[in-house]
């Protein structure tokens, strides 16, 4: 079990991410997707493993702060955590961070379900409890950290 992950990818922004103004807006929840299957591929518990299980992780709530723009060929790094547990639901931080400095802020609040025989809410696993990593905190897990570019 891991302890603490926090999970970075690198993107660049492309032509596909923008509109005449700047990146698309739908475009930073698609990053936020991106670094959420990455942490549980990070947490040695992938997307495709949880489904083949019967486990599923919906998200409920989801918002996004953008404190300043950015453009075609600016390149970012996301950072992704668990920055709180509950019963059964938990909340991912998405920390969006350029040479500048952070530009964007998200959160995706998920429920943790078993899928057979229905959509039920569970008690959290404990390797998602012990993932926990509030925002700033420093991880202690080998992992925790690890870079992934797109």
């Not at 390797?127 to 570019?149: D, F």
Request: glycine share 6%.
């Amino acid at each position: 079990m891991t302890t603490g992950t926090i999970t970075t990818t690198h993107h660049r922004v492309l032509m596909t991410d923008v509109d005449l103004v700047q990146v698309n807006f739908t475009r930073m929840f698609r990053w936020m997707d991106h670094g959420f299957t990455q942490l549980l591929h990070d947490l040695e518990h992938p997307s495709s493993r949880l489904l083949r299980e019967g486990w599923s992780t919906p998200v409920v709530d989801a918002h996004c702060n953008y404190r300043r723009p950015v453009t075609v060929d600016d390149e970012f790094d996301l950072v992704t955590q668990v920055i709180e547990t509950g019963r059964s639901s938990f909340t991912v931080g998405h920390d969006f961070i350029d040479a500048k400095g952070l530009f964007a802020r998200g959160e995706t609040r998920h429920v943790w379900i078993r899928t057979h025989p229905q959509h039920t809410a569970v008690t959290l696993p404990d390797w998602l409890r012990l993932a926990l990593a509030p925002r700033g905190a420093v991880p202690t897990s080998s992992n925790g950290g690890r870079e992934h570019t797109s």
